[in-house]
């Protein structure tokens, strides 16, 4: 640790204490509360604004700036407009209209709009002037991380494998997320096939840093001061949480999918693309296990993820995990030790008395 008290110049600049960046995580989870709670623990907290309007992501930050002075962050997903076949969304409805009569709803419809429009999400962030703005799913153009760093952003792109940190550095971006296989929820994957990017965090982080020379931002299976003090070891300038977080009290998913993550096994994660066109890692349940059996008709994503969202919706209302996407990291088991309900400023506060305890076991076997 440097003489500031920060341990890396990513925590430095972000006047971070803790080395933890809480993961963005759209479906409800990163809400303004729990994104501050983490910055003003001395993290970094994220939002997710992938699934919001322009206006969401406005009145989000809005309300994360009245609860903070500290940095924070804003993500999206860099998506160009989808424009489906009408056969495509017609496949995939017959396939999920059984389903959705489980549940008592009427079949699907086509949908006017698909997802938001990232064009006029990335016009909001920066006119937000968000302190740290993050992409996934895609690479941004120069330009758009030019007029980022104009207003004062700080750009962070996301990368499953060496040359997209290449793309992102090319680009301009200030450092990258290395996410591995072990991840929840979606896979960042922008350049080849999703099969040969699932590079677990532990070879990708010094490989994207030695490759890169960008600051690494470690992500997938950190759970607890052991995996911040390993991310830390393999170069990273902090450790990105996702999973770890989804339980905590300012969490806004359904109980029911927080009972789940706390009831997994190291094996009850899988990669499917079935739920919403991409591939995403989430916890198997009959949702799941029924969109793959009829593979051929699962369209690309934003319109698979459209066209299962209302039948998710209801599914979360009905506190019904059976037919929710019920994303979770290969570390879920790992936080089972923690108390239920646990807030997230309490978490951060372990975190922090775990990682500095390993890091004092570790010098004491180097002595
Ligand atoms: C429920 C959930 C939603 C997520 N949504 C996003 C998102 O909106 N944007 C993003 O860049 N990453 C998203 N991620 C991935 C995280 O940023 C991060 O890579 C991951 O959580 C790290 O692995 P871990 O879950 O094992 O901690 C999400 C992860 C989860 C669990």
């Not at 290969?330 to 923690?338: E, F, I, N, S, V």
């Amino acid at each position: 640790m440097n003489e500031g008290g920060f341990v890396t110049p990513f925590a430095e600049r972000f006047r971070m204490r803790v080395p933890v960046v809480q993961a963005p995580m759209a479906g409800g989870a990163t809400t303004p509360a729990l994104v501050a709670a983490v910055s003003n623990a001395g993290g970094l907290g994220f939002l997710a604004g992938a699934a919001l309007a322009p206006e969401k992501i406005a009145s989000e930050v809005a309300a994360i700036r009245a609860l903070t002075d500290r940095p924070f962050g804003v993500n999206l997903f860099v998506l160009d407009p989808a424009s489906p076949d009408e056969a495509t969304v017609r496949r995939a409805l017959d396939a999920i209209d059984p389903l959705r009569a489980e549940l008592g709803l009427p079949p699907g419809q086509p949908l006017a709009r698909y997802a938001p429009d990232f064009r006029a999400q990335l016009e909001a962030l920066i006119e937000l002037r968000v302190p740290v703005a993050g992409f996934t799913f895609g690479l941004l153009p120069a330009a758009d991380v030019e007029r980022l760093h104009a207003s004062g952003s700080y750009v962070v792109g996301t990368a499953t494998h060496v040359a997209e940190g290449i793309a992102w550095r090319d680009a301009g971006a200030d450092s990258v997320t290395a996410q591995g296989a072990e991840a929840g929820a979606h896979r960042g994957t922008f350049i080849g096939a999703f099969e040969d990017a699932l590079v677990g965090t532990m070879a990708l982080v010094p490989q994207l840093g030695d490759a890169t020379g960008l600051p690494v931002l470690a992500a997938g299976g950190i759970m607890d001061g052991r995996g911040i003090v390993a991310a830390l070891a393999l170069g990273a300038q902090a450790a990105v949480m996702g999973t770890a977080f989804l339980t905590t009290r300012e969490s806004a998913i359904p109980e029911v999918w927080k009972t789940r993550v706390r009831g997994v096994s190291d094996t009850s994660t899988t990669v499917t693309r079935a739920i919403t066109g991409r591939h995403a890692r989430g916890i198997r349940n009959p949702l799941m296990q029924r969109l793959r059996e009829s593979a051929q008709s699962i369209a690309p994503y934003p319109v698979q993820n459209a066209l299962t969202q209302e039948l998710r919706q209801n599914a979360a209302r009905a506190q019904n995990g059976d037919y929710l996407s019920l994303w979770a990291g290969q570390g879920a088991p790992l936080g089972r030790t923690r108390a239920e309900g646990i807030g997230a400023a309490e978490l951060m506060a372990q975190f922090e008395q775990e990682w500095r305890a390993t890091s004092v076991r570790i010098a004491e076997f180097m002595r």
